[in-house]
């Protein structure tokens, strides 16, 4: 099943690893200077975004509990990235998810620009079946 997950994940975004594949190692320092500097300072959310905001509603999830979810990311959550912000031009975005009340969380990250907060882009309901490569197969 993982196996077949990872194949409909691929032909459906192919343009994803183009650019070589990511290293857990790699994964994980984003992780670390992410959550270091989200301690300094702080993490601004795209609330402006309204597949954010009805995803918070409809899983009754609170701006706390947001930060809480983000600050338990771990390398087996990542599903891609790095990937260029091709809008804002500020930093590469990196995709992680999480299963919150069931449901599939599509969360994407930013370091934002340097001496500033951390940006949540996304965190809403996956519009679709996403793919953790790091992620341990379940028997």
């Avoid at 918070?56 to 990542?78: G, H, M, N, P, Q």
């Avoid at 951390?118 to 953790?132: D, G, L, N, P, Q």
Wanted: charged share 30%; net charge positive; hydrophobic share 40%.
């Amino acid at each position: 099943m993982f196996y077949i997950q990872k194949l409909l994940y691929l032909h459906e975004n192919k343009n994803v690893l183009e650019a070589g594949e990511t290293t857990m190692e790699e994964v994980q320092k984003f992780l670390d200077d992410f959550h270091l500097k989200t301690r300094f300072f702080d993490i601004v959310f795209r609330n402006d975004r309204d597949k954010n905001f009805q995803s918070l509603l409809k899983l009754e999830i609170s701006s706390f509990r947001r930060k809480e979810i983000i600050k338990a990311l771990t390398v087996e959550d990542y599903s891609e990235g790095p990937l260029a912000d091709t809008l804002h031009h500020l930093s590469e975005m990196w995709v992680f998810g999480k299963i919150e009340k069931k449901k599939e969380i599509y969360i994407k990250i930013s370091m934002g620009v340097t001496n500033s907060q951390t940006i949540c882009i996304s965190f809403h309901i996956a519009e679709k079946s996403m793919y953790f490569p790091f992620k341990k197969a379940t028997k």
